[in-house]
């Protein structure tokens, strides 16, 4: 930005340059700082958009459709990928609910801001009378889950006990110490409290593949746990969800008015048309930098 001004003052480039690289600069700061507000974990992840008419029939889910294409622009501009997982369509016009995947980077740490209530107010175009009508459309958003989670085992917290094994398998069953006590103390993902998993193995005769066994059976506990981890922290974005009607909405659009306002951070425009078009970058870095 400096190097700019320099050039400018030797009439290198103009002023109008001078003030594109000037834009330039400010919006990489921006969205510098944008990311900083994304620290949680699942910040990262790809996302899951559902969109759900409230009720008023036709006028409601014309809204619901409305949205559902605000948010397509949007991933459009950011080059996320939109796979449509469920699309139930309205009974005249617009949808009842969609569903879609928005895959790519930090897709929900920027979405996320888009949970709740959305409240249009217009003129209807399926009102006879011409009259200002008031629609609702809910917004959930939760975290993408791969299938892959990585299962770190920290061998450090790993210990070992052998036995023998008991029952069926003749007398080598009795002698030979094939039954193996797996221990392994970790940082449960739910309570984060100290835990202990036992795992006990006597699958076969066999001491060393008894502990492999051991071993993917602890992987499979603790992929479970990961993924209740995550189970928990969808369900708790649910139920803050709220019901839709008056007072619930965090943003309302009012068309007529030629007006979009959040009501949580009091970001507002004049510019329907581009919000509608999915240029809703500045709802969401206010939310960011406020929450």
């Not at 294409?69 to 016009?93: F, P, W």
């Not at 459309?137 to 006990?161: G, H």
């Not at 193995?201 to 499979?220: V, Y």
Request: hydrophobic share 35%; net charge negative; proline share 2%.
């Amino acid at each position: 930005m400096s190097l700019s001004y320099d050039f400018f003052r030797d009439e290198v480039v103009t002023e109008e340059e001078v003030d594109k690289a000037y834009a330039n600069a400010l919006t990489a700061v921006e969205d510098l700082e944008m990311r900083n507000m994304l620290s949680h974990e699942e910040d990262p992840m790809s996302a899951v958009l559902k969109i759900v008419a409230g009720a008023g029939g036709t006028e409601a889910q014309d809204w619901a459709e409305q949205l559902m294409r605000m948010y397509q622009r949007y991933c459009e501009k950011h080059n996320y990928k939109v796979t449509i997982a469920n699309l139930q369509e309205g009974d005249e016009a617009g949808i009842k609910t969609v569903t879609f995947n928005v895959e790519g980077d930090f897709a929900y740490g920027y979405l996320k801001s888009e949970n709740g209530v959305h409240r249009l107010v217009r003129v209807s175009p399926y009102n006879a009378q011409g009259k200002r009508m008031t629609s609702f459309a809910s917004v959930f958003v939760v975290p993408l889950i791969d299938d892959t989670i990585e299962v770190v085992v920290n061998p450090a917290n790993l210990s070992w006990d052998t036995f023998r094994s008991s029952g069926a398998g003749g007398q080598n069953v009795n002698k030979v110490e094939s039954g193996v006590r797996l221990h392994y103390k970790f940082i449960n993902p739910l309570t984060e409290q100290p835990d202990e998993i036992v795992i006990e193995n006597t699958e076969t005769r066999d001491q060393p593949k008894n502990r492999e066994n051991a071993l993917r059976h602890l992987r499979s506990q603790l992929y479970e746990l990961e993924l209740e981890k995550r189970r928990q922290a969808a369900a708790k974005v649910e139920a803050g969800k709220k019901k839709i009607e008056w007072g619930s909405q965090i943003r309302s659009y009012v068309f007529d008015d030629r007006r979009v306002k959040d009501h949580r951070t009091n970001f507002q425009t004049s510019n329907v048309n581009a919000v509608m078009d999915g240029d809703i970058d500045g709802f969401i870095k206010a939310y960011l930098m406020e929450f």
